[in-house]
């Protein structure tokens, strides 16, 4: 199926093409069209609402600026997306519950959306815009190279002849396993992760309140999500040691870990509706996020631990920071475009390198080092720290805002007067704000 406004013919060259039509691809192809660019949007499922469904949908306030440019928010709050007003994390010393200043405007908040909900939504919107021809139903085999650069790609679909599809740029939006990341051989490094992964959607109330995402911090980890439709997304993410119990039965495993969370969810007064979901190795994953020719968004050039509920807000914002990036360039000749790819590859570094850097080391399941400790105790004490943690989790600031020495020593103190007051060894578990 081919839809569009523009009479492109089949194949006169694109400005872009893009391969993948989730949330990067869909995102960089509204961008691109708007911005006057003939793109071709291919897509492997058939269907226009098609959806991921390996996915616990957090979605960052980082994220937020994107998705109401394009169109998203009010359509969101229509569906009866929630927003994500209220977080709580536990930790050994207790719960951290970033609030706003007292007078100040609410913490910024992102959306909790299931990707059955988000995806199709955020496809018609690409699908509907003119300058934007979507191809679904349609694979990415093969690269077309001439003279060491990349300008096509080869496509298949059932029932039809493959086909090259040439442009000006080709766009990697198709996921972690990416194939055009493969077919244009960029190099890519992947580290281990030690943590697995399983939810499950649960109707009723089985939350202390409904309003809240929750998040268990530790070695092993756990959360919970309202999400739209009514239900809560409930997920864990033990580490490895646990993995037999799971292979061997899933159900009680899964049951029995999310029942020992303190103040955790009570399954008992809900009723599951899905199945239990999960991957049992999930390596990290970054690549060169650009060579001559091409660029890499969303998963494809970076897949982090979805422990962190990050990976959609980046698909948006890479997709942005590429277009920013290359947008005035697509009819300017191979070398500006390759240019506008060298500025992506340098946004995408220094917006997501550190991060990523520190993501791994703690995928590797090592207990929190001293400054994490000093940091999250603090949270939990303090109000300013908490807030502080709350923004960077958003991802609304880098690491070394995060880690600034003025903060690592105001925890310090915090959590001096705490030990002086006596405070020390009370249960984490028994305060429940
Ligand atoms: C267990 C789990 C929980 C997660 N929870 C969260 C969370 O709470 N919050 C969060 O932000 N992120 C989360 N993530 C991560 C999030 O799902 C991804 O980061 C996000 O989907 C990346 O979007 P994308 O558009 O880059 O890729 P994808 O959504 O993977 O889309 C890739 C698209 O490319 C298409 N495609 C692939 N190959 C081809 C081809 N050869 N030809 C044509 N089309 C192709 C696919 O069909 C698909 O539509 C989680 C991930 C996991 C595994």
């Known amino acids: 199926m081919t839809t569009g406004n523009t009479p492109t013919t089949p194949d006169a060259p694109y400005d872009v093409v893009i391969c993948g039509g989730s949330v990067a691809g869909c995102t960089a192809a509204i961008l691109y069209a708007r911005a006057g660019a003939r793109v071709a949007l291919i897509e492997r499922h058939k269907k226009p609402d098609a959806y991921k469904v390996l996915c616990n949908h957090y979605i960052q306030p980082s994220a937020l600026p994107i998705m109401e440019e394009l169109g998203l928010l009010p359509l969101l709050d229509e569906a009866g997306a929630p927003k994500t007003l209220s977080v709580a994390w536990w930790t050994r010393w207790g719960w951290i519950r970033p609030e706003s200043e007292h007078g100040s405007s609410p913490l910024p908040y992102g959306y909790n959306v299931r990707r059955e909900t988000l995806d199709p939504m955020l496809r018609k919107i690409a699908m509907e815009t003119p300058g934007v021809d979507t191809m679904l139903g349609a694979t990415v085999t093969g690269v077309v190279r001439e003279n060491g650069r990349i300008v096509g790609v080869r496509v298949r679909r059932a029932g039809v002849e493959e ?3 040439r442009a000006a740029l080709v766009v990697g939006a198709d996921g972690r396993n990416s194939s055009v990341a493969k077919f244009a051989e960029l190099a890519e490094k992947s580290v281990k992760n030690n943590r697995f992964s399983f939810f499950a959607y649960y109707r009723g109330d089985v939350l202390p309140k409904s309003d809240v995402s929750y998040i ?13 439709d009514g239900l809560t997304a409930i997920a864990c993410a033990p580490g490895k040691s646990h993995l037999p119990a799971f292979r061997d039965d899933l159900e009680s495993a899964y049951t029995k870990y999310i029942g020992r969370l303190p103040n955790g969810p009570d399954l008992a007064k809900g009723e599951r509706v899905s199945k239990i979901i999960g991957t049992t190795d999930y390596p990290l994953i970054t690549r060169e996020s650009a060579g001559p020719g091409v660029a890499l968004v ?5 897949c982090s631990d979805p422990i962190w509920g990050i990976g959609v807000g980046w698909a948006f914002q890479s997709a942005t920071w590429l277009v920013e990036a290359t947008k005035d360039t697509l009819t300017a000749g191979a070398d500006e ?7 992506y590859r340098r946004t995408r570094r220094a917006r997501l390198r550190a991060q990523q850097f520190l993501i791994s080391d703690y ?6 080092n001293a400054i994490e400790r000093q940091l999250f105790a603090a949270a939990t004490r303090d109000e300013v720290t908490a807030r502080h943690l709350h923004t960077y989790a958003s991802r609304l600031i880098g690491v070394g805002e995060f880690l600034a020495p003025k903060v690592i020593a105001r925890a310090g103190v915090v959590n001096l007067r705490h030990r002086l007051r006596g405070d020390i060894g009370r249960s984490a578990a028994g305060r429940v704000w």
């Open 163 to 165: 086909r090259e599809i």
């Open 216 to 228: 268990w911090f530790g070695k092993d980890m756990a959360y919970a999500n309202p999400t739209d």
């Open 298 to 302: 969303g998963d494809a050039g970076l």
């Open 337 to 343: 475009v390759d240019r506008g790819l060298s500025a």
């Open 363 to 368: 995928a590797t399941g090592r207990p929190m």
